[in-house]
């Protein structure tokens, strides 16, 4: 044979070997593409020892490690369930520690791998006790129940001393000072509080109980938490009644007052006292102690406590977050400020010389991340770094972005750690798809020559298409964007159309800060996110979860596909409804001026019904806590059509408190009122 025909031949082989796909046996049940995520923060503890890494403890139940350079996790640990809920994470020299299970389990954590060094539980007693907080030092660590307090090694992990709360009073507050421990107890039948000094090695008592007279605390806890602080050495309370901050010092019991008046906070002109607050970030410098004082939400102040005496530092009008930290050795504030909509600013202020340090820090936070929650500053350590120091935000959708001096550098997308409703949504066809079957004609009056140029036509704009397609291919461009943050970025809509076998769809999923997130089934990417800010999902007194049902698909051309989304709205918990597009998450063009529509009633159950009205859309029907029927879309032929059902749509309610489950049927009245 020819050498050139075998050489021609073993090429053409060649060829088609390389475009050959093939799954083999070892592959079978492998994921196409995975993610993980660590959930909404709790704790967010920076290492002094590695500062190339912040460590998370989040409300999912995940204590982490996460690289400070990409964002990227580089272990994870998830604790076992509801039993096992995460209380708090700590950090010290010898380790992470994790406290759990309402303060019973205290667990170790290696810094480096994640593996866990020890865990005791030796807690797991009959108490009823709820947590309330706990430090950790070199030697020990201490957890505080709302009825006992424990103190065991940090180091091994066993039990030195525990010590039950008086009778008739509970824990509220602790500090370690000079080897000290001071406890503040509340009475729950008289006016008082209660400071202990215990020694923090032996559990002895140093001096004898002293008693502080609060005509104003209320027996409510959580109330009592923004009303009371440990700030330094003293503890800090403000007193509603006398409109004052009351301060006494632990180490000599002497207890001094002081009111917002003398201090220049003008509290009174536009709030009450309920809106005053004292805020939960503390921090000591020497004997110095620094606190805000928060009048409501638009006045925020510094305060700095030494020796019983208080001095104003700065106020901030504007609706701020303030954080105290340290900054390159320095005592500070760092704020952020809402400038607009979404651009933000941040200003790092020195409490020591009471002056703003370079440079202002101006960021944009989207839309779809809401308000942000809580500001963590990360100091760089090089000389000639970019940026003297970082920040990490987090925002209301649960998102985690590590932000610089010149912008955003990464961000987590961390509301996909609590999923609550997901819908795989078909990608819709092209408009040459659309147009198929035209080439073969559809009017009746269509002659042979014009059918042959429809279906010329037709086909040179398919192969078009496919010839786009194949460079597309061979360039390597996805078919979806990047997970870039920035609000406007637009999806092409080549980017989004439906394959030659309806393989990859869009995956459409409710989160449980209420936010919408758009995926590509094929690698995961995000597509598109939208928050809905008013929307509650699971929230305590709600008669039915949130639901999202898909009205209308894409099979409907050219009617866009909807989906609906029904849930409680989060301040009236009226019922909220939205209906948008599934492929780019932009509120549905027939519903364009009402996109979010709140109606005046409590939701008891949804129910889809098989009926569609003119336009293709799946009929919803809301039940009201009064059993009143209130189909989706309401429009004036829809009463028509859900008589259809009289006698033939059932649907059931259970109750979750009681577990008892009632079936119903549709009735409809003579008057065609539906019930």
């Not at 301060?247 to 008046?261: F, K, N, R």
């Not at 208080?310 to 303030?322: A, D, E, G, P, S």
């Not at 409703?421 to 080439?439: G, H, N, R, Y």
Request: net charge negative.
């Amino acid at each position: 044979m020819n050498l050139s025909i075998i050489t021609t031949l073993l090429f053409t082989l060649v060829q088609l070997f390389s475009y050959s796909v093939c799954l083999y046996e070892d592959q079978i049940g492998k994921f196409d593409w995975h993610q993980t995520y660590i959930g909404k923060p709790v704790d967010v503890l920076l290492d002094d020892t590695d500062s190339s890494s912040v460590v998370f403890g989040t409300h999912s139940d995940v204590i982490a490690k996460v690289k400070l350079r990409d964002g990227s996790i580089s272990w994870r640990q998830i604790l076992s369930g509801k039993s096992d809920q995460l209380n708090t994470v700590l950090l010290n020299d010898n380790g992470i520690y994790s406290v759990s299970s309402n303060g019973q389990i205290i667990r170790c954590w290696d810094k480096s791998t994640g593996t866990l060094k020890w865990e005791d539980m030796s807690y797991t007693s009959d108490t009823t006790g709820k947590y309330v907080s706990s430090s950790l030092d070199d030697t020990s660590i201490v957890v505080m129940l709302s009825d006992t307090i424990y103190i065991s090694s940090s180091v091994k992990g066993t039990l030195f001393w525990s010590r039950e709360s008086m009778k008739d009073t509970q824990y509220i507050l602790h500090k370690t000072i000079d080897g000290v421990l001071y406890t503040i107890l509340m009475s729950t039948h008289t006016h008082q509080l209660i400071v202990q000094s215990i020694e923090l090695d032996s559990g002895t008592e140093v001096r004898p109980d002293v008693s502080i007279t609060a005509g104003w605390i209320d027996t409510d806890t959580a109330g009592l938490v923004d009303q009371c602080n440990i700030i330094a050495s003293s503890l800090v309370c403000y007193d509603q009644i006398s409109d004052s901050l009351l301060i006494h010092q632990l180490h000599t019991s002497q207890q001094t007052s002081t009111s917002l008046s003398y201090l220049g906070l003008d509290c009174q002109s536009e709030l009450n006292n309920n809106n005053i607050t004292l805020g939960v970030s503390v921090l000591t410098d020497e004997d110095t102690g620094y606190f805000t004082v928060n009048c409501g939400v638009y006045s925020s102040n510094i305060l700095s406590e030494s020796s019983g005496q208080l001095t104003l530092l700065h106020t901030y009008t504007q609706h701020t977050l303030l954080t105290l930290t340290t900054v390159r050795g320095k005592p500070s504030a760092v704020s952020l400020t809402r400038v607009n909509q979404t651009d933000h600013q941040v200003t790092v202020f020195d409490l020591r010389s009471k002056t703003n340090v370079d440079p202002v820090v101006h960021v944009k936070i989207a839309k779809h991340h809401g308000d942000p929650e809580r500001v963590t500053v990360v100091t760089s350590k090089l000389a000639n770094a970019r940026s003297p120091y970082y920040f990490i935000i987090e925002t209301s959708d649960h998102a985690v972005s590590f932000v610089g001096i010149n912008g955003l550098l990464w961000s987590r997308e961390e509301a996909l750690a609590s999923i609550v409703s997901v819908e795989m949504i078909d990608l819709p066809v092209s408009e040459t798809q659309a147009k198929f079957e035209d080439e073969f004609g559809h009017q009746k009056k269509e002659s042979v020559l014009t059918m042959f140029f429809n279906r010329i036509s037709t086909q040179v704009a398919q192969l078009h298409s496919y010839i786009t397609e194949l460079k597309r291919t061979f360039e390597g461009v996805h078919h979806v964007r990047s997970n870039v943050d920035d609000e406007d970025d637009e999806i092409e809509a080549e980017q989004l159309r439906r394959d030659q076998f309806n393989l990859n769809k869009l995956i459409v999923v409710l989160t449980t800060p209420g936010k919408l997130i758009g995926l590509y089934s094929s690698t995961g990417d995000i597509i598109w996110r939208h928050l809905i800010p008013d929307l509650t999902v699971g929230a305590a007194g709600m008669k039915m979860g949130v639901k999202m049902i898909v009205q209308r698909t894409t099979a409907h051309f050219p009617h866009p596909p909807e989906v609906i989304v029904i849930g409680s709205h989060r301040h009236t918990h009226n019922t909220l409804v939205y209906v948008f597009n599934p492929i780019n998450g932009k509120p549905s063009r027939d519903h364009d001026d009402s996109a979010f529509i709140e109606l005046d009633f409590k939701l008891l159950q949804v129910v889809s019904t098989p009926l569609l009205d003119n336009q293709f859309s799946r009929i919803v029907l809301l039940i009201d806590s009064h059993f009143n029927i209130h189909p989706l879309p309401a429009t004036s032929d829809i009463a028509d059509r859900v008589m259809s059902l009289n006698n033939k749509l059932f649907f059931y309610i259970a109750n979750p408190e009681t577990g008892i489950i009632d079936g119903y049927a549709l009735r409809v009245q003579t008057d065609s009122t539906l019930y």
